[in-house]
């Protein structure tokens, strides 16, 4: 097949330097191209003791882009005539949520938002499923942004089976291609579970180093506070409200100005017991607004703020500001700011805040359906338990906060990984 375009990546592995160009093809040349379908759910025989794997976007988001096996099954009876598609098949997205694929290495079907791409047999000895895989987040990106005008939202299939595939000429040179990414995707699986992990501690810690429901102090304790007291007392007696800033964010200067301005959006975006404003992408005051105007709400290191509407379980959840210096900072809408009185240690509060025990006192009075909110009025009705002693309060802020700049640092870890993957993909894989 004549070949209009030379395709020769921008990196390759030093012994495959002198393989030349690599090949290309058309994705209908390569794949036969089918789409999937969903039996008659109304229809109990096609389900009920189902054993052959049936895919939908749901097994992707929850086991990832390799699948051996899906969420629900099919009996034999919900089979069309066709068959099953076979194993080492690639199920790309092309309807509704575009862009997300997964290599399938069972015998398996799939609902009609996936097209299946199964090799055809001229070239089994030409290209490699693992290796197209990689490719295929490559093509993702394409399908979003090659999708039909109107209706209902779907790649442009006429376009999409004329796709060019370039691949290295040697089955040995995809292979490791692969196995680059496989063992990156390794990193990143690994870096992911230790993150769960580390979440799950400090989720067991909340809920030790605090009162459970019921009880009046907490079930693990440092030693050298044993004998001390844990006292109880309402909200509204610990702390002054400071009143937030009413612009809107159409009001506000992204890329300039002089007060930051903590939003409602910024709490759920970047939620963290200790939210560091030097660190935060936060919105800009403009300069034209009088920061005088705004003098007796701007808020100091150590002020609470807390969500005050959500559409999720984050309503509610409190962070401790940190890293204002000579910075205005002001709480914008949908967030409560709160100062604490001189029984706490500011930092004990917002995790005590965000612990289970508190939270079931504060969700009943909670109000809405799809998008929840709480007011001042109910916070302070809620009741605080805290160790008589600041310095026990300070060891438990400092315990949870440890973890929680851990946790982060897996974070940026996963960042980092995926960051250097894209690259990798950018500079392994010729440009379409």
Known sequence: MAQEKKYIPEL????????????????????????GY?????????WEGGTIPWFRMEDIRTNGHVLSDSIQHITPLGVKGSGLFPAYSIIVATTATIGEHALIIVDSLANQRFTFLTKRKSFENKLDMLYF??????????????TNAGGLLSVNMDSFKKLTIPYPPSLSEQRKIAECFVSLDKQIDFTKKKLEQLKEHKKGLMQRLFPAEGKTVPEFRFREFMEKEWEIDKFSNVFTCIPNNTLSRADLNYSGGRVKNIHYGDILTRFRECLDVRRSRLPFISENNDVERYFMSLLKNGDLIIADTAEDEIVGKCAELQGISDEFVVAGLHTIAIRPNNKFANCYLAFYMNSSAYRKQLTPLMQGVKVLSISRSAISKTEIYFPSSILEQEKIAKCLDSLENLIESYERKIEVLNIQKKGLMQKLFPRL
Not at 19 to 33: A, L, R
Not at 38 to 46: F, I
Not at 133 to 146: G, P, R, V
Request: net charge negative; proline share 6%.
């Open 38 to 46: 969903t039996p008659s759910k109304s229809n109990p025989e096609y």
């Open 133 to 146: 895989h990689y490719y295929m987040f490559i093509i993702d990106e394409w399908c979003k942004k090659n």
């Open 12 to 35: 390759r592995f030093p012994e495959f330097k002198n393989d030349g160009e690599w090949n290309s093809d058309t994705m209908e040349n390569i794949f036969e191209i089918r789409n």
